[in-house]
Every structure is written in structure tokens, then in C-alpha cells.
């Protein structure tokens, strides 16, 4: 069964303090990986889509990484702004012939000014 | 304007009640799609429609029912209300059925069964 776990489950950094946010997935036929932005009380924010190992993906502070086992979301010298919680979700052709997407519990980050 | 608008915002009732989540969607999109976020943070499927018709429904108990009256609107009615069944239900749409990239959520309704 496809798996998608997100670490560490919640973040909390200084200003302008860097860090990654990992997503580590097993899936066979990856179609795509997409990384989301949800701030609180509202739904999932696309940011970036990454198809094949290698692939690299910037906006901003936000730098995306893929590689054939898992995905990290750089934030260089991030804001308060920034704060939110981070989803990625997963895309790979199912059993059923289906390409249902399955998301990871998500990176709880707090940037203090 | 709002792209994809959900309503109630929140949702508060008794086990064994019936309630609706009515979303509607302005992009103009062909495939809507119900989500539930549940206490541990994990977004789900729940049910997918193109253009008015079901195509994906994930193993989700028959008490829930959705209902497409047109391309731009997607209901959820729940019957007989558990405890279980408190979560987020997030709406969204998309131009085409399960494109990621483009995916769009409401802003979500908070459904407690107490």
C-alpha cells in the first residue's frame, strides 16, 4: 500500500533560521509528487510539482527536491508569513487502474519573528 | 470572488442527525471532488465527479451521499450522524479528474458530532 510520511511533524524556527521538510514516500510508478501550503482554517494551497528524481522546483523562499525515495521542501531564511502547515501528497497508478493521490499528515512550521 | 465555497463553515449536531455541506465552484472546472481531514491531519478522498458523473468513490460508508445537480455544484449529504464522522470536509475542484497541479480547495467545514 502507498505511504507517505512527513517529518518532522512540526517545526519551529527563528527568522531568517533555514531548514528542509521531508516527505519520504513508497509508491511503485510515481506519476507525480506536489507539496501544498494550508494555512489554518482554510484548505491546501498548490506550491510545486515534481515528476522524476533530480528534479528541483523554486519559489521564493521554498525550494522543492525529489529524489527516487523522497522529497524535501527547503525554506531559506524563512518569515513569519511562511508559517503554515506544509503537505505533500503522492500520485502513482493504483491496483484498480486509478490515480488517486495520497497525502502525508503534514510539517506543522512556526517561523518566530 | 471566491473560487471554490463551501457552506456551513461549521456544522455542530447530534449522532443519528442528517446534515448537508453544499459546495460550488466558479473556475468554470470539470471535476469536483469531496476530501475529509480528520483529527490526525491525514487528507482523504472521498468522492470525484466529472462533469455531473461519479467516478471515484473511496470506500466511504453509504450514509454519505453526494449529489452533482450541475457541473459547478457538488453536495455531501450524511446520513445518520456518528461520532466518527467529526472531521474536516474540504471541497475542490479541477479542470480535469485527479489533476494535482491544479487542484483547488474551499476553505473546508468543521463537522462535529457530539
Known amino acids: ?113 | 470572488d471566491t473560487a471554490v465555497s463551501q457552506t456551513p463553515k461549521y456544522l455542530v449536531t447530534q449522532m443519528g442527525n442528517d446534515k448537508s455541506i453544499k459546495c460550488e465552484q466558479n473556475l468554470g472546472h470539470d471535476t469536483m471532488y469531496w476530501y475529509k481531514q480528520d483529527s490526525k491531519k491525514f487528507l482523504k478522498i472521498m468522492f470525484s465527479y466529472n462533469n455531473k458523473e461519479l467516478i471515484i468513490n473511496e470506500t466511504v460508508p453509504n450514509r454519505f451521499s453526494p449529489k452533482s445537480p450541475d457541473k459547478a455544484h457538488l453536495n455531501l449529504h450524511i446520513n445518520s450522524l456518528e461520532l466518527g464522522d467529526s472531521a474536516v470536509y474540504f471541497c475542490a475542484s479541477s479542470v480535469r479528474d485527479m489533476d494535482l497541479k491544479k487542484l483547488f480547495f474551499g476553505s473546508g467545514t468543521q463537522l462535529s458530532v457530539l
Open chain 1, 1 to 113: 500500500e502507498d505511504q507517505v510520511t512527513q517529518s518532522p511533524e512540526a517545526l519551529r524556527l527563528q527568522e531568517g533560521e533555514s531548514s528542509s521538510l521531508n516527505c519520504s514516500y513508497t509508491v511503485s510508478g510515481l506519476r507525480g509528487l506536489f507539496w501544498y501550503r494550508q494555512d489554518p482554517g482554510k484548505g491546501p494551497e498548490f506550491l510545486f510539482t515534481l515528476y522524476s528524481a533530480g528534479e528541483e522546483k523554486e519559489k521564493e523562499r521554498l525550494k522543492a527536491t525529489l529524489t527516487k525515495k523522497e522529497s524535501f521542501l527547503h525554506i531559506t531564511a524563512p518569515k513569519p508569513e511562511d508559517s503554515a502547515t506544509y503537505l505533500c501528497a503522492v500520485q502513482a497508478l493504483s491496483s484498480g487502474g486509478s490515480y488517486i493521490p495520497t497525502f502525508g499528515r503534514g510539517t506543522s512550521l512556526i517561523v518566530h519573528p
